[in-house]
């Protein structure tokens, strides 16, 4: 089985521009989650989606930060303007059914961003 | 607001020792993940214990779960180099938002000595 995908692995950009980071979850999973891991911290959830509906977003800076699943599969998130405070690892995961943090969550390899 | 908190957070241990890991949080919780994490890649599920005295155990590692102290333990045996990684508690609560979320512990790195 095909784990959760996610590109591009590494992104450098200077402050103020703009970025966008591509999730594909496993196949049939229900859920999907962006989370932050900033350096030598455990990672945060940004937002989770049910199928292509926000189940919860209130840890993301929406001023800056945007993100959406189309058809319920594939989700974008984009980050405009950056600023230096989001140099991080961007993790997407995914889990089967709709329980959320009830269930297990397994992750990508995670996108790694450095704000200049 | 769920705090968890693991120590140590750096963690030296020589081949064939045993040692445990901690993981405190801060409010009742349905259920507690341990995920192990190789620099550079993804995090892997090991464990979720779902009740008070739930003990689980793979390998060299057994995770237990006290819910009632607030507490889960990560205890390695006999340690080898293959176990050297950053592992993670994951304790899962409801949000208020209607979702459940995983608040993660800021992870234990392990280096395992020969």
């Known amino acids: 089985e095909a784990g959760v995908a996610q590109s591009p692995r590494y992104k450098i950009i200077e402050k103020r521009q703009s970025v966008a980071f591509w999730c594909n979850p496993i196949?049939?999973?229900?859920?999907l989650y962006w989370y932050q891991q900033i350096l030598g911290q455990g990672p945060k959830l940004l937002i989770q989606?049910?199928?292509?509906?926000?189940?919860?977003d209130s840890q993301l800076p929406k001023d800056r930060f945007s993100a959406e699943r189309l058809k319920g599969v594939d989700s974008t998130l984009k980050i405009q303007p950056a600023k230096l405070e989001d140099s991080a690892v961007y993790l997407c995961?995914?889990?089967?059914?709709?329980?959320?943090?009830?269930?297990?969550?397994?992750f990508g390899p995670g996108t790694r961003l450095l704000v200049l | 607001e769920l705090k968890v908190e693991q120590n140590p957070l750096f963690l030296s241990m020589q081949e064939g020792k045993n040692y445990t890991i901690y993981c405190n949080y801060s409010t009742t919780s349905d259920r507690l993940y341990w995920y192990r994490q190789d620099p550079g890649k993804s995090l892997e599920s090991l464990f979720v214990l779902l009740s008070n005295g739930a003990v689980k155990q793979e390998g060299r590692l057994m995770a237990s779960l006290d819910t009632k102290a607030r507490l889960s333990t990560l205890h390695i045996t006999a340690a080898v180099h293959d176990l050297s990684a950053t592992y993670f508690c994951a304790v899962s609560a409801y949000s208020g938002a209607g979702s459940y979320q995983l608040t993660f512990g800021k992870g234990t790195k392990l280096s395992v000595i020969p």
């Open positions: 995961a995914s889990s089967l059914g709709s329980a959320g943090a009830l269930e297990t969550q397994y």
């Open positions: 196949s049939g999973h229900a859920t």
């Open positions: 989606f049910q199928n292509n509906g926000v189940v919860d």
